[in-house]
Structures are given as structure tokens and as C-alpha cells.
């Protein structure tokens, strides 16, 4: 299958978004996951439905609350303008926030399973041993967490190859700028005699998810090997 | 020396924990009761995993936790080593870097046996690029010893190590314990509801009940008592310390010392000079009040009856026989007592049959 340049722009900017998301949204991710499954606090439902939302509100919905607060005249997005000469909307940079907002949950979801899985009994044998809060966590919670962590980054990666509407809502569809894969697409379908590219950029979507997930199967299983569970 | 006070209630409807006791340095105390009497919570508070409603917990007389002072010192600031039921050992990690964890998290200056010497102790050498997924039960149990014992602790807790292990695996780790008593110089809790146990290798006794204190002291001197429930069980009966005298091979016999006498019993494969205890339970101690003739029994002991007490069943009494400044309980009818007319102070007989001895009880 031999691409338009065209098409290579348009996944090479998928995978680009979708790296840059996944970065993005790790860390706080991690975080997040940690305090749900852990975090004995009062807000711990309200955190716990706002981490979802993004799963259950239309894409365009968050496109347009991404726009409101991110767009040049939005309270974050004028500031990060002024302070630092930093716009989101119409970038790459923004189709990335859009992206790592819609898979957030996913890597959340993922992790707080994997936190939940851990037997509590060896971090109280951690803690016998000398270890402290932050001891703990890199050496013994983190590391046991890993595969579902991995696993979420993962499937969070190729979801992110995917994500439509909060990226067109925000970011619009700008070639070799914003317009990834699906994107494409659905230019492509816009445009007479666009069918073949719309046929072949769909085929190149369908492999890349697949191949994403069996990779987070098989490095899950790998991980899950290496700890000695089965 | 590690004193420990505690008061602790459970939910609303549970049981109220009022424990207090010491436990000397060097020495093993252990804590004996039946399951949900509150063991291992205490050795929960100890360690500072469960923080009791009251209480007070000092090692080498610094304070771990004083609840009327508000002091609570995190467990990971308490250098109390705990072996779990369970051996918790950190799946991702090798067995080397297991029993390192703890040595890395030690202040440089505690003293205590180093890491080559600790898997020689507990015979870990095999195991150590492993992970603990590949070890046999018995095996990870070892090295959560090594782990804990290396954390270089200034108190050994061991909450039940071998509850999970069946017969042949508790029959493999049980000498390894005895080594790492022998080994730590710190004051070692031991909780567990196994008598054996207790035999082999505590010096100390706590017993518990409900979430009380029973009695404390030394493991035979509470053997010995017949007001504990302890001498309601089936192996009731005393704990004598004994030293390997001799063996006989032609008659397959060896000769065990205890003050004021000796004992004969199957040989066993044991150096002369080693220190034995031994359990003679009260059931199977005969009592004669003349020495008999024509009798399988190779120990008649000449004795003197000190005291007949009840037993808790209406039909049976305990005999308290001394055997010099030895003691010894004999468990007989009340039938018998009346039939040979038995009376404190009587000059009699014990009988005990050689096959009696239970070499799982004896100090390894």
C-alpha cells in the first residue's frame, strides 16, 4: 500500500498528537488513579465523575469547553498567550491537549486498577522494613502498578490516533497542523473522488488500532510474568 | 527488653484487648492463645501497623507509642523486624533484592549478622537470582527470616510463620527458627497457637484469652501449673530440660539428664552435651507406690507426691511429683487415687514409658 504524501503528513501527525497527549496526561493520570484508589478524602465521587466525563459528554462538548477556556480570549488561554506566547487553538500542541483531555480516563482507569490490585500487605512489609510514604510508592506500589499502567498508556496511545471531535472542535482541521488520520478521513469522504484515500487512510486507522491494543495485551501479560502472578 | 501496654476495642460489638507483658532481650516470648484472641493485634500495635485506642510500647526504654503523650512513631522509624504468616515477600523483585530491602533502609551503625552470614544461617544461597513466585512455601518463609533479620531490627516479631506451611514444610523451617533465635541478640515475640512451637522455642510464655493476659513466665514453669487452661489440652503436661547424656547403641537407648534424675528413651541422633526439652505429657505418666517388677517401662523413678489437684473433669485429678527440684504431672483417675490410698507427701513411683517422648517437642 504505497501512501500520498498527504497521507504519510496525516499519520505521521497522528502519531505525533498521540505521543504528545499520552505525555501529557501520564503523570496527572498516575496521580489521579492513585487518589481514587488509595485517597480516603470527601470529594473522592465528584473526582472519580468529573475523571469520566470526557467518556460520557460528546467530543464536541469538550471541544467547546476546551475552546472556551483555552481559546485566545478564554481565562487560561489569554494568559498563556500573554505570559508566554503560547496558543493552543489551531496547533498541534492544542489537537494534543484535546486528545490527552478525551484519554484521560482511559490511562486513569487502567492504573486505578492496577493500584487496586496491589496487596496492601507488602507495602506494611515495606514500611516494617524501614521504608517511608515516598520509598514506598517508587519502590513498591509504582513499580506492582506498572502493567496497568502501561496497559492504559497504551490503549490511551491508540485511542489518541483516533480522537475526532474534540479535535476538530478545537483545533479545527488544519493539514499538517491538526488534521490527523481521522481528520483526513473525513476530509477525504468531503471531497469528490476522495473514496480510495478515504479507503486506504481507514485500513491504516483499523491496523494501528489493532496492532495498539494487542501491544497493551502483550506487555500487560509480559509485566504480569515478570511479577510472578499469572 | 521491650514492655508493652495495650487497650484496644474492636468495632462495636468486638471484644476488648487489655494486654500488658515484657519481653527480655535475647529470649524468645511467646504469645500463645487460640485464633481471635488478639495476637496478632498485638503485635500489630507493636509494630505500629494498628494504632490501639491506649497504650504504651517502650524498646531498650525508648518509647515507640505512648497514646497519653500522643506519641506514635511511624512503623518505618521503629526497627521492629515482622514476619508475617504469609512469608509478603516483593514479587517484583529477586530474592537477593528482597533480603536487601531492609539492609539498605538500616542506619549504617545497627549492629547485627551480615548479608553472607544470614544466607548461610538460613541456607538461601540456591534461591538468591530467583524470584519469589519460584520458591516452595517453606523456602519464602526463609527468606522473609533472612529479610526481616537483616533489616537489622532491634526486635524480632513473627506473627504465626508457620501457619501456612503444611506439616513437612513446618518440619523444614522450624530448625531455621531456632537458628535465628540462637543468632539474634534482640528480643524475639512469637505469635502462634501450635504447642509445639512453644516447645521448641520459647523461653517465655504469654498467654492469652479474649483479648486478656492469662499468665506470663517461664514456657515450663506455666507447664507445670494445672489452673491454666493449658492443662486442659490433650498434650498437657510438663516441659523438663534435659541434657544428651550418652547413647547405647547395642540397646538403642539414650540417656537424658534432667535435675534430680534421667530419662531413656529411643535413641536418637543427638551429640553428647546437647541441650534437649522435652514434653511428658501428663497422660502418659504412670504412678506406683511400690517399685514394680516384670514391666516394659524403662523409667521408675523414685518420687515424691507433692500435691493431687483437680483437673476441671470430675473424675480425674493431676498428681504433682517431684523428682528432686524437678516436677512432674501425672493424670490418673480418682478411682486410683483411692484404691492405692495416695496422699501428699507419699514416697511413689513415676512411670513413663521410653516410646512417650516426643522428639517434635524437644529443643532443636
Avoid at chain 2, 532491634?154 to 527458627?177: G, H, T
Avoid at chain 2, 531456632?178 to 512469637?190: E, G, H, K, Q, S
Avoid at chain 2, 511428658?280 to 523409667?299: E, K, S
Wanted: a positive charge; charged letters at 20%.
Amino acid at each position: 500500500m504505497s501512501l500520498s504524501p498527504e497521507e504519510w503528513q496525516a499519520l505521521r501527525l497522528s502519531l505525533d498528537v498521540a505521543t504528545r497527549s499520552v505525555a501529557l496526561s501520564l503523570l496527572p493520570a498516575i496521580g489521579v488513579a492513585w487518589l481514587l484508589a488509595r485517597g480516603r478524602f470527601a470529594g473522592r465521587m465528584v473526582l472519580d465523575a468529573l475523571v469520566h466525563l470526557p467518556l460520557v459528554v460528546p467530543p464536541v462538548v469538550v471541544g467547546w469547553a476546551l475552546l472556551m477556556l483555552f481559546g485566545v480570549q478564554g481565562p487560561i488561554g489569554a494568559r498563556l498567550e500573554a505570559w508566554f506566547g503560547v496558543r493552543l487553538v489551531f496547533t498541534t500542541g492544542g489537537a494534543a491537549l484535546a486528545t490527552a483531555v478525551m484519554s484521560f480516563p482511559l490511562i486513569v482507569r487502567a492504573a486505578r486498577l492496577g493500584f487496586e490490585q496491589i496487596d496492601q500487605g507488602l507495602e506494611q512489609a515495606a514500611r516494617t522494613l524501614g521504608a517511608g510514604p515516598l520509598d514506598r510508592f517508587f519502590t513498591i506500589t509504582l513499580p506492582l502498578a506498572a502493567p496497568g499502567i502501561l496497559a492504559g498508556a497504551v490503549t490511551a496511545f491508540a485511542a489518541g490516533l483516533g480522537e475526532f471531535g474534540a479535535v476538530i472542535t478545537f483545533a479545527s482541521n488544519i493539514p499538517g497542523e491538526t488534521q490527523t488520520l481521522p481528520l483526513a478521513i473525513y476530509s477525504a469522504i468531503q471531497t469528490p473522488g476522495g473514496e480510495a484515500m478515504a479507503a486506504r487512510l481507514a485500513g491504516l486507522s483499523f491496523m494501528l488500532a489493532i496492532s495498539g491494543l494487542l501491544l497493551a495485551e502483550l506487555i500487560a501479560r509480559r509485566l504480569h510474568l515478570l511479577l510472578g502472578r499469572s | 527488653m521491650l514492655e508493652v501496654s495495650l487497650t484496644h476495642r474492636y468495632g462495636r460489638a468486638g471484644f476488648t484487648l487489655e494486654a500488658a507483658f515484657h519481653a527480655p532481650a535475647g529470649q524468645v516470648t511467646a504469645l500463645f492463645g487460640p485464633s481471635g484472641c488478639g495476637k496478632s493485634s498485638i503485635l500489630a500495635a507493636i509494630a505500629g501497623l494498628l494504632r490501639p485506642d491506649a497504650g504504651r510500647v517502650a524498646l531498650d526504654g525508648v518509647t515507640l507509642l505512648d497514646t497519653s503523650r500522643r506519641l506514635h512513631v511511624p512503623p518505618e522509624a521503629r526497627r521492629c523486624g515482622l514476619v508475617f504468616q504469609e512469608a509478603r515477600l516483593f514479587p517484583h523483585l529477586s530474592v537477593e533484592t528482597n533480603l536487601r530491602y531492609g539492609l539498605r533502609r538500616a542506619p549504617r551503625d545497627a549492629a547485627g549478622p551480615g548479608f553472607d552470614e544470614v544466607v548461610v544461617l538460613l541456607g538461601l544461597a540456591p534461591f538468591l537470582a530467583r524470584r519469589p513466585a519460584g520458591l516452595s512455601g517453606g523456602e519464602r518463609q526463609r527468606v522473609a527470616l533472612g529479610r526481616a533479620l537483616l533489616s537489622r531490627p532491634r526486635l524480632l516479631l513473627l506473627d504465626e510463620p508457620l501457619a501456612a506451611l503444611d506439616l513437612a514444610r513446618r518440619a523444614e523451617v522450624l530448625p531455621f527458627l531456632a537458628r535465628l533465635r540462637d543468632a539474634a541478640r534482640v528480643p524475639m515475640l512469637y505469635v502462634t497457637h501450635a504447642l509445639d512451637e512453644v516447645d521448641a522455642l520459647a523461653d517465655r510464655l504469654v498467654l492469652l484469652e479474649a483479648g486478656r493476659v492469662l499468665a506470663e513466665g517461664e514456657a515450663e514453669a506455666l507447664a507445670a501449673r494445672t489452673d491454666l487452661p493449658l492443662a486442659a489440652r490433650r498434650d498437657a503436661g510438663v516441659l523438663i530440660g534435659c541434657t544428651v547424656d550418652g547413647h547405647d547403641s547395642a540397646r538403642g537407648l539414650t540417656r537424658l539428664d534432667f535435675a534430680g534424675g534421667h530419662f531413656l528413651v529411643p535413641l536418637r541422633d543427638a551429640p553428647r552435651g546437647e541441650q534437649r526439652r522435652i514434653r511428658l505429657r501428663a497422660r502418659d505418666v504412670a504412678v506406683a507406690t511400690t517399685a514394680p517388677q516384670g514391666l516394659t517401662m524403662q523409667n521408675i523413678l523414685p518420687a515424691t507426691l507433692r500435691e493431687i489437684g483437680p483437673t476441671g473433669t470430675p473424675q480425674e485429678v493431676f498428681l504433682r511429683l517431684a523428682i528432686g527440684p524437678t516436677i512432674l504431672l501425672a493424670r490418673v483417675t480418682r478411682d486410683s487415687v483411692e484404691r492405692l490410698a495416695l496422699q501428699p507427701g507419699q514416697e511413689v513411683f513415676a512411670l513413663v514409658k521410653s516410646v512417650a517422648f516426643d522428639p517434635a517437642g524437644s529443643r532443636l
